[in-house]
C-alpha cells in the first residue's frame, strides 16, 4: 500500500500543521511507508532532502503557506491513498482536479486541521478557487480526520459533520511520553520565583497566537515574582518586543526565539506554566499544550472549541480568548496559589501518559488507513 500525504509546511519550518505531518509520518514507521509532498525554498531543500520519502516541489506561484504545485497532478497517481492535510490553498485544487479527471483516483482521507477564516481582502479574493475546491474535496473524501469532535462540531463544516457523520473520525494528536518528561516532577513550586511559558509561532500566519494579550495582562502583575520565557521566531517579533518596552516589563521577559528539540524539552521541564492565549479558532488543538503536559507543565489556555478539550480542569484553567482582564485574573490565582499549580503539574503528566501516548494514536491511524 502506497500513502501519500500533503501538506503546505514541513520542518524546517516551525509550525502546528507541518509539525503534526512529521510526527504522522514518524507515528506510522515502519508500517506505513508515507510519502510526503511539500513545497520549500530553495535554502530548505538543500538542507533537508535527505528523506527521499519527502519531496519539497518548486511551485509555480506562492504566497505565504499557499503554493500552486501542478506537477502534484501526476505525482500522486502511483498512490493508493492521499492524505491531504487541510487547508492547503494551491494543493487542494490539484487534488479535486486529479479525483476529477482520474478514474481510478486514490482514496482521500483529509485531515481537517483548522477552518478557513479571518484572511486579508487579497488572499480572500486568491484563495476563492481554493475554498470552492476544498468544499468540493470536503464532501468527497473517504474519510475526514479531525483532533478533536468538539471542534469540528463549532467549525465551518458543522454541516457536513452533522449530515455525514460516520464519515468522520477524532484521532487527537500524540506526544512521546519517554522523550517529553517530567524533571523533578514531585518538587513543589518555588513560591519565589515562577516560570511561565510561552511556545509557537510569531510570523504573520500565527497571528492567532495572542502574544499580545499575554504581555498586556502580565503587565498588570509586574510586581509579583515571575519570568515568562516567549519560544518563537517571526516578523511579529519586532512589534511584541516593542510592546514589552513600552509596559516597561523588558526585565521580566526573555525572548529565545529559536531552540533546539533538547532545548525546548527543558524550557517545559522548568516551567511552571504553559501558556496557550489564541484569539480564534485557528488554534484547533496546540499542540505545545501536550507537549508541556508530558513534561509536568499546569496549563492556561484559551477556551476555544477543540483546545478546551485538550486538557482538564485537573491540569490547568481555561481563559476567555482575547480577554486581558481574565488572562490576568486566571494568572493571578495560580500565582497565589503555589499548591494548586503543583496538582496542576502532577496531573498534567498523568493526563499525558493516559489520553496521548504514541501507541493509542498509532492503533486509531491503523485503523483509518487499513
Same mark, same amino acid.
Given at each position: ?229 516567549? =519560544?518563537?521566531?517571526?516578523? $511579529?517579533?519586532?512589534? &511584541?518586543? +516593542? ?6 516589563? #523588558?526585565? !521580566?521577559? %526573555? ?85 494548586? =499549580?503543583?496538582?496542576?503539574? $502532577?496531573?498534567?503528566? &498523568?493526563? +499525558? ?6 501507541? #493509542?494514536? !498509532?492503533? %486509531? ?6
Amino acid at each position: 500500500m502506497k500513502i501519500a500525504q500533503i501538506v503546505c509546511s514541513f520542518p524546517p519550518y516551525k509550525g502546528g500543521i507541518g509539525n503534526s505531518a512529521w510526527r504522522l509520518k514518524e507515528l506510522l514507521s515502519p508500517e506505513i511507508n508515507l510519502e510526503t509532498f511539500t513545497f520549500s525554498s530553495a535554502k530548505e531543500v538543500n538542507k533537508e532532502l535527505k528523506d527521499k520519502n519527502i519531496h519539497y516541489l518548486k511551485p509555480v506561484l506562492s504566497l505565504g503557506q499557499a503554493a500552486f504545485i501542478p506537477q502534484l497532478f501526476f505525482k500522486l497517481n502511483k498512490f493508493d491513498i492521499i492524505i491531504l492535510h487541510y487547508p492547503f490553498f494551491g494543493a487542494m485544487e490539484i487534488i479535486y482536479l486529479q479525483k476529477l479527471f482520474n478514474k481510478r483516483s486514490p482514496k482521500l482521507i483529509i485531515f481537517y486541521h483548522m477552518d478557513i477564516s479571518y484572511l486579508s481582502p487579497l488572499k480572500h479574493l486568491l484563495s476563492f478557487s481554493g475554498k470552492v475546491s476544498g468544499k468540493k474535496l470536503l464532501q468527497q473524501a473517504d474519510k475526514i480526520i479531525v483532533s478533536s469532535y468538539d471542534y469540528v462540531k463549532n467549525s465551518q463544516i458543522k454541516e457536513l459533520y452533522h449530515k455525514q457523520t460516520t464519515k468522520f473520525t477524532a484521532i487527537p494528536f500524540s506526544i512521546d511520553t519517554n522523550k517529553f518528561v517530567a524533571e523533578n516532577k514531585f518538587k513543589t513550586t518555588n513560591k519565589a520565583n515562577f516560570n511561565l511559558l510561552f511556545v509557537g509561532g510569531l510570523d504573520k500566519a500565527h497571528y492567532f497566537k495572542g502574544v499580545d494579550i499575554l504581555i498586556k495582562s502580565l503587565a498588570n502583575i509586574k510586581n509579583s515574582n515571575w519570568q515568562l520565557n516567549i =519560544i518563537g521566531s517571526g516578523d $511579529l517579533l519586532v512589534s &511584541l518586543k +516593542a510592546l514589552v518596552k513600552k509596559l516597561k516589563i #523588558i526585565h !521580566k521577559i %526573555n525572548f529565545l526565539e529559536k531552540v533546539s528539540n533538547e532545548e525546548l524539552i527543558n524550557a517545559y521541564q522548568k516551567a511552571d506554566i504553559l501558556l496557550l492565549p489564541s484569539t480564534n479558532s485557528h488554534e484547533a488543538f496546540g499542540l505545545v499544550i501536550i507537549e508541556a503536559m508530558a513534561c509536568a507543565t499546569a496549563i492556561i489556555a484559551s477556551d476555544l472549541p477543540g483546545v478546551r478539550t485538550v486538557f482538564s480542569k485537573k491540569s490547568g484553567l481555561r481563559t476567555l480568548p482575547g480577554n486581558v482582564k481574565d488572562l490576568e485574573n486566571k494568572l493571578k490565582y495560580l500565582l497565589d496559589n503555589p499548591d494548586v =499549580i503543583y496538582k496542576m503539574k $502532577l496531573n498534567a503528566r &498523568l493526563e +499525558a501518559e493516559e489520553r496521548y501516548s504514541l501507541e #493509542i494514536a !498509532k492503533k %486509531n491511524w491503523l485503523n483509518a488507513l487499513l
